[in-house]
Structures are given as C-alpha cells and as structure tokens.
C-alpha cells in the first residue's frame, strides 16, 4: 500500500487493473441523471486512480459529512481503549453520576460503551432533537425508556453517538476533535478538521467538517487493519471488531441498510463496510481490491449504487483496451455540475 503525505500519487486504470469503459458508463449515469455531487475519489492500494470535482469544490475542500462524523467517533474509543483509558464494557452511567444528581434513570444498569457503538441501547427513540430545545442531553438520554434488553435491538441513535464523546471529554480531558488532534490526525499528515462542539462535547454524531482526502486516508487506514506506515495507530483487534457485523439490521425499512452494524459503521450487501452521511456522503472500503470510494455532495438518492453496479464490476472484470479517454468525463462532470447545483438550488425555492 502506498501512504500520501498531503496528496496521493497518481496511478493509472491499467496499473489499477480496473477496467475503464464501466467508468465511463458511470459518469454517463451521473451526468444523464443530474446527481448533486462535489467530490469523487478513488483509491486503489492507496494510489489515486481517478478524482474529479463540481465548479468550487477541490480535493482540500471542506465539506459537511453528517453522519460520517460517527466512525470518527468510533475511531477515538477505538484509541482510549488502546490506551485503556476506558474499556467497551464500561457502564455508561458510572460516567454521569454527577451530572445526573438525585435523577435516578431507570433500566441503564447494563448499558455499556459497546452498546452505544452499536446502537444497541434498547431505547426507541433518539433524543437527539431534544439539543434543539436545549435540553442537558444527559438527562435527555437517561429518561429515554429501555425498551429492549441492552444488546439486542438495533435503534439509529443519534444521542448514542454524543454520549460516546462525552465519555472521551471524561476520560482525556479533551474534546473528541482535540483528542484525535494528537492521537490520529497529525500521525496521517492530516490538518485538524471543525468539529461542531454542544455542551463542551464534539458533538460526535454528526457536525464535522473534511475532505476527500482526510477520508481516502482513513479507508486505507482502515484497510490497512489500524497501521499507517510502520506505526499501528488503533489496534487491529478494535478495526476487526468496528468493521464486521455486530448486530442485526434486517428490520430496517432500507435495504442498503439491512445487512449490519458495527462499532459506527454500516456493512453492505458485498461485505464492505461503509461510513455514510445525509445527503449522499459516502465512503465505501472494499477489502478484497484494497479500494476506497468517496462521494460528497447533497444528494438524496445513495450513491452507494456507483460503487456496486460499476465499480466492483470494473474491478472484478479487470484492465482491457478500449478508445476512452477517462480524462474527457472527468472534466464534463466538472463542466456540467454548475447547472446541475444551480437547477438543485431551484427545486429548494419552489
């Protein structure tokens, strides 16, 4: 694998061994379908194989990711429990006591870290939209009832993902984003990102601010099973157990969504795993080519599809001759994403 400084070396679809014309097919999807995309990048054994932008985004491009904020979230319990600063079976509530006071929450004597990795609280209901009325999230979360036996039941937890940085404040005295400030971003070249904080907290959940490539970066960490260059920056063991399924998910209404969860990061239906966000962030890590796919934009439909129906079909068939010139649809995307943001922007208006 080959690690970038500040940006990735280039390679080409022939050394990639990728083959080219079902890029072109995709590019022809997006642009035939007006997608709302800024960033596409692709990585393949940590070289770039192709990368390619709307009119004002770039490589170096902060953009909102949304939810993707969770793996990072994920990525620093990975590191506490590494230093063992705290362990995955930790109570939850013997975090809070003070901050509790004479509130007594009632069924959270089993809740563990763990099960705020996984979603697997028991509640019901996100309490996240309680920060909107400025509620103290503490007591948001443990008056929360338990519904399901703690382990068993996967909800999409918001809040969860905000008690998990809480408890990094806790344990470092640090918010999460300064924390990894020391322990992940310098160690992979990687300028500290913004952070929304609540209540003194990264808001863990969402509210960080990056680029494609901080996230290329990440997949092949990730990929490279926690070691960037010689140095094992989280353990194997937590990357093994943040990637694989941990609890069930078949009861969700999407079916990208039904194939499991790990420690903050969603499986999919090729046994990848995923970290996604609102509006079509995604960052797709496939193990068996060692290849990263990120998309960025503000999008509704998942783009998750142009990695399944096109580019694990590419990489699975392999380099053959052709005419194309991937170079010409990579400059139409950019060509053509103006209009396609400006008509975006109009539906909004009307």
């Known amino acids: 694998m080959i690690f970038p400084r500040k940006e990735f070396e280039k390679t080409s679809c022939k050394d990639a061994n ?10 022809d999807k997006i642009d035939n379908e007006k997608w709302n995309l800024h960033s596409i990048l692709l990585l393949k054994n940590g070289a770039k194989v192709f990368d390619t932008y709307a009119k004002g985004f770039g490589a170096n491009v902060n953009e909102d990711v949304f939810s993707i904020s969770k793996s990072f979230t994920s990525l620093a319990i990975g590191i506490c ?12 509530i013997s975090y809070f006591k003070n901050e509790l006071g004479d509130f007594q929450p009632n069924g959270y004597e089993k809740v563990t870290i763990e099960h705020l990795l996984t979603m697997t609280v028991g509640q019901e209901r996100d309490g996240i939209d309680d920060f909107k009325m400025g509620k103290n999230p503490y007591i948001s979360f443990f008056s929360i009832p338990i519904e399901h036996e703690p382990g068993t039941y996967f909800m999409y937890n918001n809040l969860a993902s905000y008690m998990l940085s809480a408890i990094i404040t806790k344990v470092t005295g640090m918010t999460l ?4 400030g020391i322990y992940l971003y310098p160690k992979l070249d990687i300028e500290k990102p913004e952070w929304i904080e609540f209540c003194g907290n990264s808001l863990g959940c969402s509210g960080l ?9 990440i997949g092949m960490l990730l990929l490279n099973h926690g070691v960037w260059r010689d140095q094992q920056i989280i353990s194997e063991e937590y990357i093994k157990a943040a990637t694989s399924p941990q609890i069930s998910t078949k009861h969700l209404d999407n079916p990208e969504r039904q194939y499991g969860y790990g420690y903050h990061f969603w499986i999919t239906k090729t046994n990848d795993f995923l970290m996604a966000g609102k509006f079509g962030q995604r960052v797709v890590a496939n193990r068996q080519y060692e290849t990263v796919f ?4 503000m999008e509704n439909r998942d ?4 990695f ?3 580019i694990a079909l590419a990489l699975n068939k392999g380099w053959s001759y052709d005419n194309f010139t991937l170079r010409t649809y990579l400059q139409r995307f950019t060509d053509h994403s103006s209009v396609i943001m400006e008509s975006a922007d109009k539906e909004k208006v009307l």
């Open 209 to 217: 601010k990056t680029n494609v490539v901080v996230l290329g970066k």
């Open 177 to 180: 984003n300064d924390f990894l």
């Open 308 to 310: 399944y129906d096109y």
């Open 81 to 92: 429990s590494d230093l063992k600063q705290l362990h995955l079976s930790d109570f939850v």
């Open 294 to 297: 990120i998309v960025l934009g």
């Open 18 to 27: 990728i083959e080219k014309g079902l890029l072109v097919d995709m590019f």
């Open 303 to 306: 783009p998750y599809c142009f």
